[in-house]
């Protein structure tokens, strides 16, 4: 099964700062990777995915980018955080190119990244 | 538009009664959902899932059914537990690639 690894685990950064952040998945080949956001109070809200390398698919116009340098790195940045970055961010897999039979659109979460932009 | 909806943000159960948490949507064309378990600054945990040609998937103490025609699932745990305690999400496809989720339920089991 796959393993999926994010850090920092926690991240305080001033407005107007840069922002990167690294997801890797051990375990797997191929997967399709996704970064969402929590915001507080509120439901998963999907950012980005990838099903390839340098392959980019955003979902929501903002203040983020995404890049997959290699198949099984995720990386998450901006140029210049804004107060409305907050929030915890989630990296996930979903195993191959599609689920095996049975489990679709499974996908399974990292361990998450708190950033706070003050 | 919330296409997946969890109208009840919380829900306090005792220690060894059944918890059942609720989920609505919205696109027929959704045909597989899924559950997930979220514990504070934790990333979300696989539960249980179920495709939209069956209306029951049954994992040990979880069971989710699936009504179509009202276009609701729902979550059983069985019995309830303090480990248990924990933020709850549905999720559902209809697009190969993405998952839909909903606002969560928080649950409280207490002794």
């Known amino acids: 099964s796959q393993t999926i690894h994010q850090w920092p685990a926690t991240l305080v950064q001033p407005v107007g700062s840069p922002l990167s952040l690294e997801c890797t998945v051990e375990g797997t080949s191929n997967p399709n990777l996704y970064w969402y956001r929590q915001a507080a109070g509120r439901g998963l809200q999907l950012l980005f995915y990838?099903?390839?390398?340098?392959?980019i698919s955003s979902e929501v116009p903002q203040n983020l980018s995404a890049s997959r340098p290699q198949d099984r790195q995720f990386i998450l940045s901006s140029k210049k955080l804004l107060l409305s970055d907050s929030g915890f961010y989630l990296c996930a897999c979903r195993q191959g190119r599609f689920g095996l039979a049975g489990t679709q659109e499974t996908q399974y979460f990292g361990p998450g990244t708190r950033l706070l932009v003050l | 538009d919330q296409q997946v909806k969890q109208n009840s943000p919380s829900l306090s159960v005792q220690e060894g009664r059944i918890s059942i948490l609720n989920c609505d949507y919205t696109?027929?064309?959704?045909?597989?959902f899924l559950w997930y378990k979220k514990y504070p600054a934790e990333g979300p945990t696989f539960l249980i899932s179920?495709?939209?040609?069956?209306d029951k998937n049954e994992d040990g103490r979880f069971t989710v059914f699936l009504n179509k025609s009202a276009k609701h699932l729902s979550l059983h745990i069985v019995p309830s537990q303090p480990g248990d305690s924990a933020v709850y999400f549905c999720?559902?496809?209809?697009?190969?690639?993405?998952?839909?989720f909903g606002t969560g339920t928080r649950l409280q089991v207490f002794p």
């Open positions: 696109n027929s064309m959704f045909d597989y």
């Open positions: 990838s099903v390839g390398i340098g392959q």
């Open positions: 179920i495709s939209s040609i069956k």
């Open positions: 999720a559902a496809s209809a697009v190969r690639n993405k998952l839909i």
